[in-house]
Every structure is written in C-alpha cells, then in structure tokens.
C-alpha cells in the first residue's frame, strides 16, 4: 500500500511540476505587464525601470529560477496590479468559491444518483428514457450555455432571480445550478450503468432465488456494490467542477477565484495568476490522488493491478 501511495504522490508531483513549467512560459509569451500599466507614450527609461523592479529584465531561464526559489521559501509573489501579496488577494476570495463549489456538489450528488437509480431500474419506460435523454443533453452543454440560458429564462424573462453577485441566498440559485447540471448528468448515466451491470452478477440473482425481498436486494446487494465505482467517478467530476467554476464565476460576476483568475489575466499580472493556475492545477491533481487511493483501500485489486 505505500509503495502504491509513493508512485502516485510522484506522479501528482511530475504532474504539477509539468503545469507549473508549461504556465510560466505561456505566460510571458503572452506580453509583458508594463504595457499594462504605462500608458503608450512612456519613455524606453520608465519601461527599463519597472522591468527591473519586477525582474522582467532577466532571461527566462533566471526568471523562472528565481520563482521556483522563492515557492521553496513559502513566497508566492506580490501582484504587480495591486501591490500585495497574492495569498492575500485569493484569501479573501476562497470562501465564495468554496460555498458554490460545495452547494453544486450537494446538488449533483442528491439528484444524480437517485436519478441514475431510477433510470436503472425503471428501464425501457418512457420517464426513465427522458430521464437519460435530459442528463446527455445536460452533460453535453457546456457550462457558460447552460448559464447564459438560465439567465435568459429565470433573470430576465420571468425576474425571478438575481443574475449577479451573492448577495443572498437567491444569488446562488444561478450558478449552483449552472455548476450542479452537467455534475447530474454524468453521476445518472454512470450510476445507471454500474446498476445495470450490478444487476446481472450471480450473487443478486442467487439473492433474489432465496427470497429475499426486492427492495432489500436493491439496497444491500445492488446499490451498495454499483456505489464503490462511483467513487473514481466522483473524483474526476470534482476536478471538472473546478475548472468550470472559472467559466461560471465569470458569467455571473461571482466574487470568487474564478474572477481574481479571469481578471490577472486581462492584467498580465503574473504573480496572482501564476499562482491562481498552479493552486488549481495542484487541487485537481490532489483530488484524483485521493481518489485513487480510496479506490485502492477500498478494492485491494487496484494495488495490485499497479
């Protein structure tokens, strides 16, 4: 088991240090902040003078030198824009994003594994088939649709509910819901497939030849068992639900980290968005660590198919 913990903490941190390369380097292609922040008839002395400041002035190969010794040091950098540290400025912003984040995901795991249970053992009727028909399309869509649709609907035809901001608990209707559909729509179908699959092993039949009652047999042979690979399912889904926080934050000017990130890189301000794109990348790569090794401690035979 640890060996099998060891090889993927190497691989999550080969992962990380691949993203933290790639992004210093497309960053800087992308152009320098100064253009930014001196208006266009700025004298080639002010430009020099703030290069410098900032360690512009440098080849790459000493800039990304001096940021990976400052990350050993626990620096992460101060933005260029606001003049502050960028923990700071992702602090303030970390809880919006978590609250939306955990309501999506409450949402998502409530519908979509009683939807995808339904669907399972309701086969071939028509609501099951609409069912599965709505979580295809809703997996299928991509985020910033669902939402410009959601607003379309419930913020400027029917003024129901706030479009912007999170200011009240209506505020996160929108985009709870916008985060929460496509995370429905992939836990149904795959709860549905492992039920199905479930269904037709020999020790459900045999518990259903020794009478045992149905119900019983759906909850402690059929749900219990299609459960476990939902887990892995889970994991990769919480990743994505990250990634379209950025897209959703966005839409809906929720003040989280998905708008510190959009809006660092408009800025050029490569502190705060060098470190907004390596914490998410190592989030994601954290998730899918752990759930690889919940998999593991769950079904021994991972470990040993590693």
Same mark, same amino acid.
Do not use: E, K, Q
């Given at each position: 088991m640890l060996r099998f913990i060891a090889w993927r903490l190497g691989r999550a941190a080969l992962t990380v240090l691949l993203v933290l390369v790639g992004c210093f380097v497309a960053i800087r292609s992308a152009g320098s902040p100064v253009d930014i922040l001196y208006p266009e008839d700025a004298t080639p002395e002010q430009t020099a003078l703030l290069e410098k400041q900032w360690g512009l002035d440098r080849s790459l190969p000493e800039q990304f030198g001096l940021y990976v010794a400052n990350l050993a040091r626990g620096d992460f950098g101060v933005s260029i824009i606001e003049r502050r540290p960028v923990t700071h400025i992702y602090a303030e912003k970390l809880q919006p994003t978590l609250q939306l984040a955990g309501l999506a995901l409450l949402i998502g795991?409530?519908?979509?594994?009683?939807?995808? $249970?339904?669907? /399972? #053992?309701?086969?071939?009727?028509? *609501?099951?088939? $609409?069912?599965? /028909? #709505?979580?295809?399309?809703?997996? *299928?869509?991509?985020?910033?649709?669902?939402?410009?649709?959601?607003?379309?609907?419930?913020?400027?035809?029917?003024?129901?509910?706030?479009?912007t901001g999170a200011a009240s608990a209506w505020h996160y209707v929108l985009p709870a819901v916008t985060l929460a559909l496509p995370l429905i729509a992939a836990i149904a179908r795959y709860m549905r497939s492992t039920m199905l699959d479930v269904m037709n092993q020999d020790y459900v039949r045999t518990a259903r030849a020794k009478g045992v009652a149905e119900p019983r047999v759906v909850t402690l042979h059929v749900m219990r068992n299609a459960l476990l690979p939902l887990i892995t399912v889970l994991g990769l889904e919480v990743a994505g639900l990250i990634n379209g926080s950025l897209i959703v934050e966005t839409v809906f000017s929720w003040p989280g980290l998905g708008k510190v990130l959009t809006g660092s890189v408009s800025r050029r301000d490569f502190p705060v968005l060098q470190f907004g794109v390596i914490a998410y990348a190592i989030a994601v790569v954290s998730i899918n660590c752990l759930v690889d090794v919940l998999y593991a401690v769950a079904d021994p035979r991972v470990r040993v198919e590693s």
């Open positions: 795991v409530c519908v979509g594994i009683p939807l995808g $249970a339904i669907a /399972a #053992l309701r086969r071939g009727r028509a *609501a099951a088939r $609409a069912a599965m /028909a #709505l979580a295809f399309t809703g997996y *299928a869509v991509p985020h910033f649709i669902i939402a410009i649709v959601l607003i379309l609907i419930f913020s400027y035809h029917l003024n129901w509910l706030p479009s």
